[in-house]
T-cell receptor, first 113, second 114 residues
Framework: DADVTQTPRNRITKTGKRIMLECSQT?????MYWYRQDPGLGLRLIYY???????NKGEISDGYSVSRQAQAKFSLSLESAIPNQTALYFC????????????FGNGTRLTVT | AQSVTQLGSHVSVSEGALVLLRCNYS??????LFWYVQYPNQGLQLLLK??????LVKGINGFEAEFKKSETSFHLTKPSAHMSDAAEYFC????????????FGTGTRLQVTL
């Protein structure tokens, strides 16, 4: 089983709909992240959380919200989806030490029509 | 502010040839540098990281990278490409070493031909 699991793997939704992407992990890491990947732009950080009570905005948080339901679960919501939120979304975790690498899920491909 | 530039969005090499993927960084303090690889339909995984212990860093799958402060570079190399190396490669920089302050490059897609 994957250490970082994202659901769904693919999702097509319409403009204006609310959508939630879910992430769960079995690595026991406190830190969790949501990234967005667009062709030619690399990965950009949306939100991150260092523990259940600590949630922080990343580089591109507008139009998104998150919820850390437990140490192992971190969900990303699009309150009212728009076409330019069409992208590949990744959840990642890391340990608490400096230089701790990121451990990624396999991604959710979201299409907003 | 930190930033990363990856020269060449696509690189094609023959199987058995040298792989060279270029990464230049900008950082106001001694940086932490990373290379990640992304295989099709998968998330990124760490290839190697530089944390000031040694300028030549060896990673998984035969890859290595050399930190050159004078050139602000951290190029990724592999002496002999294999078909299984075909993937997208991302360089990333962090001034603090923490993942929350990681800036990714735009990626280089490596194609390996017979």
């Amino acid at each position: 089983d994957a250490d970082v699991t994202q659901t769904p793997r693919n999702r097509i939704t319409k403009t204006g709909k609310r959508i939630m992407l879910e992430c769960s992990q079995t690595k026991g890491h406190d830190r969790m992240y949501w990234y967005r990947q667009d062709p030619g732009l690399g990965l950009r950080l949306i939100y991150y959380s260092f523990d259940v009570k600590d949630i922080n905005k990343g580089e591109i948080s507008d139009g998104y919200s998150v919820s850390r339901q437990a140490q192992a679960k971190f969900s990303l919501s699009l309150e009212s989806a728009i076409p330019n939120q069409t992208a590949l979304y990744f959840c990642a975790t890391s340990g608490g030490g400096a230089n701790s690498p990121l451990h990624f899920g396999n991604g959710t491909r979201l299409t907003v029509t | 502010a930190q930033s990363v530039t990856q020269l060449g969005s696509h690189v094609s090499v023959s199987e058995g040839a040298l792989v060279l993927l270029r990464c230049n960084y900008s950082s106001s303090v001694p940086p932490y540098l990373f290379w990640y690889v992304q295989y099709p339909n998968q998330g990124l995984q760490l290839l190697l990281k530089y944390t000031s212990a040694a300028t030549l860093v060896k990673g998984i799958n035969g890859f290595e990278a050399e930190f050159k402060k004078s050139e602000t570079s951290f190029h990724l190399t592999k002496p002999s490409a294999h078909m299984s190396d075909a993937a997208e490669y991302f360089c990333a920089v962090s001034e603090t070493g923490t993942a929350s302050k990681l800036t990714f490059g735009t990626g280089t897609r490596l194609q390996v031909t017979l």
